[in-house]
């Protein structure tokens, strides 16, 4: 999966994306694009999205045809839509990270 921890200077682990082509981190998320292309996938099935920087999907989408995709940021948000964190769900998540001293 694309969505690793990378240590930062200070120590901290910090979320990113990494592509699942080049394996770089996509640093600027709106540059980058989830794909959620399952045909033939059954109700119930597991599936996991992939995740492509703006160069690799470019050569992707030459040699390839349409697909269901979005981009990261996008992702993220259907993400959190989908799994239905309230408001105060998030602002309460955002105070116990700001009074853990390690993020």
């Given at each position: 999966?694309a969505?690793?921890?990378?240590?930062?200077?200070?120590?901290?682990?910090?979320?990113?994306?990494?592509?699942?082509?080049?394996?770089?981190?996509?640093?600027?998320?709106?540059d980058?694009?989830?794909?959620?292309?399952?045909?033939?996938?059954?109700?119930?099935?597991?599936?996991?999205?992939?995740?492509?920087?703006?160069?690799?999907?470019?050569?992707?989408?030459?040699?390839?045809?349409?697909?269901?995709?979005?981009?990261?940021?996008?992702?993220?948000?259907?993400?959190?839509?989908?799994?239905?964190?309230t408001?105060?769900?998030?602002?309460?998540?955002?105070?116990?990270?700001?009074?853990?001293?390690?993020?």
């Amino acid at each position: 999966m694309a969505l690793i921890f990378q240590v930062d200077d200070q120590g901290h682990p910090r979320p990113k994306v990494r592509c699942d082509s080049c394996g770089g981190i996509i640093e600027n998320y709106a540059d980058g694009v989830a794909l959620l292309d399952t045909p033939g996938t059954a109700p119930e099935a597991i599936t996991e999205p992939i995740f492509h920087c703006l160069g690799c999907e470019e050569k992707i989408q030459k040699t390839s045809g349409p697909r269901a995709s979005m981009p990261i940021d996008h992702f993220m948000l259907y993400v959190l839509n989908n799994i239905q964190l309230t408001p105060k769900a998030l602002e309460t998540a955002r105070q116990k990270m700001k009074a853990t001293s390690d993020f």
